[in-house]
């Protein structure tokens, strides 16, 4: 069947779904011809119709649009693109490259996929991606409402959808497994757990592709479409259903007040660098939407790493960033994003730092995203680092807090000179964030996330171990602040053992008595590992998927996390949005730092303790924190209470379920000093 064609509009960009047909719109300003194929199904070799679009009828400015009658939702379409093949002037056009739609919704093709056939020359059509119309704006969301955590109040999950729900031992049917529907199924695991928000890495659909024998591009930070979400990642047997197997993952959990962020990739994309495959944003306008070498335009400007830098400050791809956001909160709910490499976006279109970049502003001012949680990882790939001062673009953005991360390993670990900056990091970095009127709950603290060591591993490896990766040890970080606590690796040893729980739960304890948004890793709660590997991005295996054998195995651990975050939550001084006084205060909220003895802290590099007591007259809250990282015990003055006693309520010495308990629950302290044991922490409140 041959479809009617008629000119069609410029606008909505991508595929367009009416009662009567389908509208087509695409932006290149350098092609001089398209061909817009339609194929009956993802597994055509071939389309069964081919539409010529030329610029007299089917080009406005630099928009090429077509409207075709009786096709509809579920139609698979693809792209050929003609133009000079130029790359010393940037053009990069190849019309044997079947294209993607840079709007496309859903993504197929991918059981005849082959990455290298849009390398090599030659026609690629049987091997392509093709994109898919669908029609989203029918889906009963049932009054789905965003929970709208505020930061302060938020505790931050990461995780990743395949290999949260991927291992044998999930309890989940085989489809199901890796799935946004399997997740759906763990939300109760989530909601006992106590977390307010998932951020879940890469959901965009991306090409797993990775040239190594036996490995992926796991983690999927490659992006083919940013407005698609991932097949494999979908249990779903249509795009359609898929779609609404992301949105009943959502709708579900909201309705456990979990909020949904996703962590996305605009700074570069599944292309790569001058040797990459032609898969859609190359063959339709490379010079626009990639930053190129000035000197040399047919090479790319790598700022992110990964071989290419996403010309986002160009008015064309910077507005495929605003729609894809729009896209995602309007259509699909999720609540919030972080951005990868987020310093990247803030590179003008010669590649060099702006001081203003529009694309950030232009996110934070959008009013479909005002309310959603804006994360950034503020720096790049090739040196423009940006704590701190990321927040220049306003007030909005929330960033990664790298130097927490830093600091509490260092400082837990025992190394010399890190009490006055660990103390900057509970206090809520002011050095780094020097705005008093910024929200102090927008900076991100942790002590892991996806890219590095486990939690578990940060105690039990001094070294990397990442010879699965087939790179020879050569990747990943070297600067790892880890101590494997006396031994490399598991050990049977009750003492090394027993340490490095303790190490882990001190770790735990002063992320959550810090000031900021507390985020930790999928699996931490139960020492999942990855046997020293610090960069897992390509193992699709179990060596990357959380073990649910291990939920009963670490019970100890998982019910200190539980009652941690519990405790946090309920308690107002751990959940301000504003500055805490150095000075006492009789009715603002205020920080003291001790030492051993009251308001006597230890500054000096070889000091290793640190103690402090946060004051809420107000909320009638009185917390005083010990943290003794160093190697003998230490005996610590208590500060009066001026009604009632001190009551412990963590110490990580002490095994489960003494090392913490419920606030009601806690025990009273009737002496003047109390001796913190070696490498543990005491948390006391006043009742």
């Known amino acids: 069947m041959q479809h009617r064609v008629y000119k069609g509009t410029s606008f909505p960009l991508g595929a367009t779904v009416y009662p009567d047909g389908i509208n087509f719109s695409v932006f290149s300003a350098h092609a001089e011809s398209v ?10 070799p071939e389309p069964y119709q081919i539409v010529q679009l030329n610029k007299p009828n089917h080009c406005t400015y630099n928009y090429w649009h077509a409207f075709i009658s009786s096709i509809g939702s579920g139609q698979v379409y693809a792209f050929r693109v003609y133009g000079a093949y130029l790359p010393e002037s940037g053009l990069r056009f190849d019309a044997n490259k079947v294209l993607l739609d840079p709007y496309a919704k859903f993504i197929v093709g991918w059981d005849s996929y082959n990455r290298q056939a849009a390398i090599d020359p030659g026609d690629n059509c049987a091997q ?3 994109s898919v119309a669908i029609d989203s704006t029918s889906y009963d969301w049932e009054n789905d ?3 709208r955590t505020p930061f302060a109040e938020s505790v931050i999950y990461e995780l990743h959808v395949g290999a949260f729900t991927q291992h044998p031992n999930s309890g989940l049917e085989d489809r199901k497994r890796g799935t946004f529907a399997g997740l759906i199924e763990k939300i109760p695991y989530l909601k006992e757990l106590g977390v307010t928000a998932v951020e879940l890495m890469p959901i965009h659909q991306f090409d797993e592709h990775d040239a190594r024998k036996g490995l992926t591009n796991y983690w999927g930070y490659s992006t083919v479409g940013f407005f698609a979400p991932h097949l494999q990642y979908c249990a779903a047997a249509s795009p359609m259903s898929s779609i609404n197997e992301f949105r009943d993952l959502v709708k579900a959990l909201h309705k456990a007040g979990i909020e949904v962020i996703l962590d996305v990739v605009f700074n570069h994309t599944a292309e790569g660098n001058e040797s990459g495959p032609t898969l859609c944003f190359r063959g339709w306008d ?3 939407y990639y930053i190129l070498n000035p000197a040399d335009q047919s090479r790319y400007e790598n700022f992110s790493g990964c071989g290419n830098t996403f010309n986002a400050n160009h008015p064309v791809p910077g507005r495929l960033i605003l729609d894809s956001l ?16 987020a310093a990247a976006l803030g590179r003008g279109i010669s590649g060099e730092p702006l001081n203003r970049p529009p694309v950030l502003w232009a996110i934070e001012s959008d009013p479909c995203l005002a309310g959603t949680k804006l994360i950034a990882e503020a720096w790049d790939a090739a040196g423009l680092y940006a704590i701190g001062r990321f927040v220049n673009v306003g007030h909005w953005y929330a960033e990664w807090n790298g130097p927490f991360r830093d600091d509490a390993r260092r400082f837990i670990k025992g190394d010399n000179g890190t009490v006055r900056k660990m103390s900057l990091r509970i206090a809520g970095s002011s050095d780094l964030y020097i705005d008093p009127d910024r929200d102090i709950g927008r900076s991100i603290n942790f002590i892991t996330c996806h890219d590095g060591f486990t939690l578990n591993d940060l105690v039990s490896y001094n070294s990397k171990h990442n010879e699965a990766n087939g790179e020879s040890n050569r990747d990943g970080s070297d600067n790892n602040y880890s101590w494997n606590c006396g031994f490399e690796g598991p050990s049977k040893d009750q003492q090394v053992e027993n340490l490095r729980l303790r190490q882990i739960k001190n770790l735990l304890t002063i992320l959550f008595v810090s000031y900021g948004t507390p985020m930790i890793s999928m699996g931490d709660e139960i020492r999942r590992t990855q046997l020293g590997n610090n960069n897992a991005y390509c193992q699709n295996n179990r060596l990357a998927w959380f073990d649910w054998d291990q939920v009963r195995a670490s019970l100890p651990l998982l019910r200190f996390l539980r009652l941690l975050i519990s405790n946090a939550r309920h308690l107002q001084i751990l959940r301000l949005n504003e500055r805490l006084s150095s000075l006492p205060s009789s009715t603002g909220p205020s920080i003291s730092w001790h030492g051993v003895k009251l308001m006597c802290p230890d500054w000096s590099e070889e000091s290793h303790s640190i103690a402090f007591t946060l004051n809420h007259p107000l909320a009638g809250e009185h917390l005083h924190v010990m943290l003794n990282t160093y190697w003998d015990a230490l ?7 001026s009604s009632g006693l001190w009551h412990k309520l963590i110490d990580t010495s002490l095994e489960s379920p003494l090392d913490i308990v419920q606030i009601d629950e806690s025990v009273p302290i009737d002496t003047n000093s109390l001796m913190v044991q070696a490498r543990s922490s005491v948390v006391l409140i006043a009742k």
């Open 128 to 130: 392509a991606l093709r």
């Open 145 to 147: 409402a965003h929970p």
């Open 35 to 44: 061909d817009l194929l339609l194929f009956e199904s993802h597994f055509s």
């Open 326 to 341: 729009r896209y995602w909160v309007s259509e699909m709910h999720v609540d919030g994003f972080r951005f990868d490499l």
């Open 286 to 288: 490379n010079p626009t």
């Open 635 to 641: 005996a610590f003055d208590l500060p009066q209470v």
